[in-house]
């Protein structure tokens, strides 16, 4: 095996092993709060004292058991999440404490209802536009309304002292990620877009702290040096729904295809890392301020998305823009008519929108569009 | 030395021999296994080939040199077919797609069917069925200036609309008129996604009926062009493929 596979199985084992280590850390009292979204304020609950994790939701097994509550026709990543729940099949949401949603897309807040008879769930009402005044304000008392309930819940006092210093490690995270993302600007990348994944995966489930960044931090320069380099393949752009374990099917087609996937914009990648939270004396301000500024569709309109991808494509060099959407994620799927529009014409970048769920019973399809698409570039 | 294109494709598979000067033409059946077929209608060339695989059936076919899908050797095939040729309309046993393409035949845009049998040749070949008709009969068959209503966009929930438009005596030819006119109507909404340019060639198994090239001028109000070969639009784009990187690696 080779050096950089080693280092790629490095970040699985992470993985694997944080499930060990939350249950060891939520022995010795510390509190978990399970997170679905790239719009959650981790910064806040970690100045609870707290450990935000992410929950599961990237997997067709639990699917069925969710569609007896849930309708067939709505997307995976819900029904995904609360067939998890309901079967009890994700360790992060059984170690949790309290989970924290947010009013992002219809499906899933009305999934949240359900949810909260499992397991208490804080759901922030997310302001859908930047274009009022008030959407800053109301989503900066959503985020002092957040900090009480963890307050109240965990008996714990969030300091301004110790949401400053959850700022100041969480923006250090960003950068590292930053770092690690930018390996794929390299020319050719220096990683491919399946490691990539597997990595981006293996560092969500861990507790942050400044050793374990430093630690991450040096792994992604062996990860540099190491590199396997994907010669003559055409460099690709993922955006849309996020991308994990059942939908990891989309990059490896991408890169058996002859295109290597260099960036992803998702929520999986940058597109919640890119800005960081201003380190200010108004915390809550500063936070307001950066997670309203998050380019996702249930936002309307959604500038920052599509200027994002136009900054990715020069920054990295794309050579054609993949979309993946996953069947019945309506924001999503509307967004791709105007944003084929926008990057043919604007940014002269080939551009295909793939719709997709969590079973492998479109392989044959997917092979065949994606596989086309890169013929044409 | 041959270059062999390969469409191995839900119903049919169609092979296209290529010297760089003709072509020899062969179809048969798909059959049960994609890979069989193909086998055995490699069996009598025994020369040198080249082979390039394309269609659903590709990936089953283990000898091959290269393959390719079937909607980059669809641009190619069309631009060798009918060289005026900037949209493709293909529709085949499982699946339709639109394809734009350049002056060379390369693809700049394209679009498929969502993974039903909606609008697609199956939808067609169940209808003949449950009619009792041969799907190769169609032009002879489908003389009707009614056609019924189909409402059904799902090929499953179709079938029972037909059961029910047959038991209320529904004429055979309005009820075949009234699928064509949604095949029609689906593939419509399809180009109307990825827009078009002329001139539009009609590719696959089911260019071969006249009835199905009117209802599409009839409903687009343009020409809709086709070839006595448009069913090996696929084969032709492959063996030409095939062709170019023979030449280039000699």
């Not at chain 1, 380099?229 to 460099?235: L, T």
């Not at chain 2, 032709?236 to 690696?249: F, Q, R, S, W």
């Amino acid at each position: 095996m080779n050096s950089l596979n080693k280092i790629v199985e490095k970040f699985e084992d992470a993985k694997r092993n944080s499930v060990v280590d939350l249950k060891r850390k939520k022995e010795n009292g510390k509190k978990i709060v399970g997170t679905f979204c790239a719009f959650t304020p981790k910064e806040i609950i970690i100045a609870a004292d707290a450990i935000p994790v992410s929950l599961c939701g990237m997997k067709n097994e639990p699917i069925s058991a969710a569609e007896q509550h849930l309708p067939r026709n709505l997307c995976p990543l819900i029904k995904s999440s609360y067939g998890h729940a309901i079967t009890d099949t994700c360790p992060y949401f059984y170690f949790s404490d309290l989970l924290v949603g947010e009013t992002t897309c219809d499906g899933k807040k009305k999934m949240y209802e359900y949810l909260n008879n499992i397991k208490e769930i804080h759901v922030m009402q997310l302001p859908q536009t930047l274009d009022r005044e008030s959407s800053l304000s109301y989503w900066q008392e959503e985020m002092k309304l957040l900090a009480e309930k963890l307050e109240e819940r965990f008996n714990v006092e969030i300091t301004q002292e110790k949401l400053i210093d959850a700022i100041r490690l969480c923006n250090k995270e960003r950068l590292v990620m930053q770092k690690l993302f930018g390996l794929g600007m390299n020319q050719p990348p220096l990683i491919s877009g399946y490691n990539m994944l597997k990595v981006i995966q293996g560092i969500g489930y861990q507790e942050l702290s400044d050793d374990y960044l430093t630690y991450l931090e040096e792994l992604i320069d062996v990860l540099a040096v190491n590199n396997q380099k994907v010669d003559n393949a055409k460099r690709i752009l993922i955006t849309g729904c996020p991308l994990g374990a059942d939908t990891e099917k989309v990059v490896r087609i991408v890169e058996q295809s002859g295109g290597a996937v260099v960036a992803y914009e998702n929520c999986t990648g940058l597109k919640a890392k890119m800005e960081l939270v201003k380190e200010s004396s108004d915390p809550y301000h500063a936070l307001a301020k950066k997670y309203l500024n998050i380019g996702c569709p249930c936002i309307s309109p959604n500038k920052k998305r599509f200027k994002m991808i136009e900054e990715l494509i020069y920054e990295y060099n794309i050579d054609g823009v993949i979309d993946v959407i996953l069947q019945s994620c309506h924001p999503y799927s509307v967004e791709t008519y105007g944003l084929k529009e926008f990057t043919l014409k604007e940014c002269q970048t080939p551009y295909i929108s793939v719709e997709t769920d969590y079973s492998s019973s479109d392989l044959g399809q997917l092979m065949t569009r994606i596989g086309a698409f890169i013929e044409m570039l | 030395m041959n270059s062999i294109g390969i469409d191995a494709g839900s119903t049919a598979v169609k092979l296209a021999i290529y010297d760089g000067k003709e072509f020899d033409l062969r179809i048969r059946p798909t059959g049960w296994s994609p890979k069989e077929t193909v086998s055995k209608m490699l069996e009598d060339i025994e020369n040198e080939k080249y082979i390039v695989t394309t269609g659903y059936g590709r990936m089953s076919i283990a000898n091959y040199d290269k393959r390719v899908t079937e909607i980059t050797c669809h641009g190619k095939g069309a631009n060798y077919l009918r060289e005026q040729t900037r949209t493709i309309i293909d529709i085949g046993g499982q699946d339709s797609k639109i394809i734009r393409v350049n002056n060379k035949g390369q693809v700049i845009d394209f679009l498929m069917n969502d993974k039903c049998a909606a609008g697609t040749g199956k939808f067609l070949e169940m209808t003949c069925h449950l009619l009792e008709k041969d799907i190769r009969d169609l032009d002879e068959f489908v003389n009707s200036t009614n056609p019924a209503n189909i409402n059904a966009m799902c090929a499953v929930f179709a079938e029972s609309e037909i059961i029910s438009l047959l038991a209320s005596g529904e004429r055979l030819e309005d009820i075949a008129a009234g699928v064509i006119d949604s095949i029609v109507k689906r593939t419509l909404s399809l180009i109307g996604r990825v827009g078009f340019d002329e001139d539009i060639f009609f590719s696959g198994g089911l260019s071969r009926s006249k009835v199905i090239r009117k209802c599409f001028e009839n409903t687009l109000k343009k020409k809709i062009h086709t070839h006595k070969h448009s069913q090996f639009t696929g084969a032709i784009g492959a063996a030409l493929i095939g062709y170019e990187v023979m030449l280039k690696e000699d």
